[in-house]
């Protein structure tokens, strides 16, 4: 049982490149959620999903978009990249009906030069 | 809307002293609320939450933390740090909805 990964773990792009970032889980949860981490800031939600084919912005959504066709995977995506985006991104699970206790990844710290 | 406000940005402590770091939420709805830990170059861990009933909740690593509604607090306490426990502590919260507001977190800097 791997609970969340994600990969990579580190990335270097340039502005106006595009990547995608991936996460999986397999703990059969069903609500996926993808932060970004600034210093001093704390957690910023980006999108959630809570199930495959429902996709919801959080607060900071722009500049990024997600898809959900499995329970299992829930992949990020930035078209074009900015350096307002170099950060750490962690993607979250929890069960729904559950505790809220969400289970995270070990994120993906990516630079935009 | 609900937010979170953790008043201290960096606590250093000698080890083996007590700590408490400090959570102030606010919401016009009950609340669950947590703490999370972040070690360096992981991802966060639940160290405890408050979901109801008893508003002293016990977690791991000897940590505790109490909810006082009249106050609007949730700090966490240790009453004797270890060096492992320095890292960056996250309070959070949940308004009986699927997303955590989280606040800046709290770096807790534990020295010899």
């Known amino acids: 049982n791997a609970g969340v990964t994600q990969t990579p773990k580190f990335r270097i792009l340039k502005i106006g490149q595009s990547m995608t970032l991936q996460c999986t889980q397999d703990?059969?949860?069903?609500?996926m959620y993808w932060y970004r981490q600034d210093p001093g800031m704390g957690l910023k939600l980006i999108y959630y999903s809570v199930g495959a084919g429902i996709t919801d912005k959080g607060e900071v959504p722009n500049g990024y978009n997600v898809s959900r066709s499995t329970t299992e995977d829930f992949p990020l995506r930035l078209e074009l990249a900015a350096p307002s985006q170099t950060s750490v991104y962690f993607c979250?699970?929890?069960?729904?009906?559950?505790?809220?206790?969400?289970?995270f990844g070990p994120g993906t710290r990516l630079t935009v030069t | 809307a609900q937010s979170v406000t953790q008043l201290d940005s960096q606590v250093p402590v000698f080890e083996e002293a007590p700590v408490e770091l400090r959570c102030n939420y606010s919401?016009?709805?009950?609340?669950?609320l947590f703490w999370y830990v972040q070690y360096p170059n992981q991802g966060l861990q639940l160290l405890l939450k408050?979901?109801?009933?008893?508003?002293l909740v016990k977690g791991i690593n000897g940590f505790e933390a109490e909810f006082n509604k009249s106050q609007t607090s949730f700090h966490l306490r240790k009453p004797s740090v270890h060096i492992s426990d320095t890292a960056e502590y996250f309070c959070a919260v949940a308004a009986r909805t699927d997303k955590l507001i989280f606040g800046t977190g709290t770096r807790l800097q534990v020295f010899p």
């Open positions: 408050y979901l109801s009933g008893s508003t």
């Open positions: 703990m059969n949860h069903n609500y």
């Open positions: 979250a699970t929890i069960l729904a009906g559950g505790s809220y206790e969400q289970y």
């Open positions: 919401s016009s709805v009950s609340v669950y």
